[in-house]
């Protein structure tokens, strides 16, 4: 199974930035699409975007476009989430996540047809003033 470890979470301020990174580790741990995922106080989990092994096809949610991006090192084993013009609703918890299958429709990320095969343990993002 894919080991997943996040760093980079924290504090900062709207309109700030933050990276996140994943570092992913065991068989398989550098193919299929690998991604993250958020989680607000008394929210459902939700998609954030993905990027495939080589980081040629992105995926991002409607509400991130044009402020966070996705990318992936030449081995495949590190994912970074670039989050710019931080928002007090992006205030939630971000896991990284390994698919086992990914598909989207219309351009978009289709939960029906994908599966997550690992999680990482999430870490805290807060921005606030």
């Known amino acids: 199974q894919v080991q997943l470890v996040e760093s980079g979470g924290g504090l900062v301020q709207p309109g700030g930035s933050l990276r996140l990174s994943c570092a992913a580790s065991?068989?398989?741990?550098?193919?299929?699409?690998m991604g993250w995922f958020r989680q607000a106080p008394g929210k459902e989990r939700e998609f954030v975007g993905a990027?495939?092994?080589?980081?040629?096809?992105?995926n991002y949610a409607d509400s991130v476009k044009g402020r966070f991006t996705i990318s992936r090192d030449n081995v495949g084993n590190t994912v970074l989430l670039q989050m710019d013009s931080l928002k007090p609703e992006d205030t939630a918890i971000y896991y990284c996540?390994?698919?086992?299958?990914?598909?989207?429709?219309?351009?978009?990320?289709?939960?029906?047809?994908?599966?997550?095969?690992?999680w990482g343990q999430g870490t805290q993002v807060t921005v606030s003033s």
């Open positions: 996540a390994h698919f086992s299958q990914f598909a989207s429709t219309d351009d978009r990320y289709d939960p029906r047809k994908s599966r997550v095969g690992s």
């Open positions: 065991g068989p398989g741990s550098n193919i299929y699409f």
């Open positions: 990027v495939n092994s080589r980081g040629s096809r992105l």
